[in-house]
């Protein structure tokens, strides 16, 4: 089955920083990449999603890249603020299956 | 449209006690499903459901049942609770992409 790492466990950045998360799969077949955003006390909230026909993708602040030959894909966040203060799960899926999800990255921005 | 809503949010269970959380949605998904979140470990699907009638394991289902009797439904029960039970579990449902999480249960089993 599908398997998902993800690095770093933690991350400290300074406000205005960029900050990289990366996450690897091993199933082939999986074609749906979103990363969530869970604030503390708070249920996981999409962010940003990719397809396997996509390269990459932006919104605002956040982008995500996928390389399917390599079998990973990573978050970037620009110009950190302290609201982004999170932790940030990464997921793979083959549509219609489950999803895997990594095991997360605490992100801390520090003013 | 309330989305996935989760009842209740905090519980308190002694060892050997049964209990049910609840899951409910209105966005007609087929898909549902239940994770455990322990820290360092991410979601983990206990059962998960492709439609009413129809239930499977996910990758840590002992101790744990599931029905779907109807769409919008899909009850997780905890036959005889045992301290390592105590998580904090969601909900999510789905369409083929994202998955809406549900505002979580926090369990914990004395």
């Known amino acids: 089955g599908e398997n998902v790492e993800q690095h770093p466990s933690t991350l400290s950045v300074q406000e205005g920083d960029s900050a990289v998360i990366k996450c690897t799969y091993s199933d082939s077949a999986s074609n749906y990449f979103p990363w969530y955003k869970q604030e503390l006390g708070k249920r996981p909230q999409l962010i940003i999603d990719i397809r396997s026909n996509v390269g990459e993708k932006k919104d605002q602040r956040i982008a995500v890249t996928l390389n399917k030959t390599a079998k990973h894909f990573s978050l970037h966040i620009t110009e950190t603020q302290p609201e982004d203060s999170a932790v940030y799960f990464c997921?793979?899926?083959?549509?219609?299956?489950?999803?895997?999800f990594g095991p997360g990255t605490r992100l801390s921005v520090l003013p | 449209n309330a989305g996935v809503t989760q009842t209740p949010k905090f519980q308190v269970l002694k060892t050997g006690q049964s209990m049910t959380l609840q899951c409910a949605q209105d966005m007609n998904h087929e898909y549902m499903s239940w994770y455990r979140q322990d820290p360092g470990m991410g979601l983990r699907l206990i059962h998960y459901s492709v439609g009413a009638g129809i239930t499977d394991q996910g990758e840590v289902p002992n101790g744990y049942n599931v029905s779907r009797s109807t769409t919008e439904d899909f009850p997780l029960r905890l036959l005889s609770a045992a301290p390592s039970q105590t998580s904090v579990y969601f909900c999510a449902s789905g369409d083929l992409a994202e998955a809406f999480f549900g505002q979580g249960t926090r369990l914990t089993v004395v």
């Open positions: 997921a793979a899926r083959n549509y219609g299956q489950n999803f895997v």
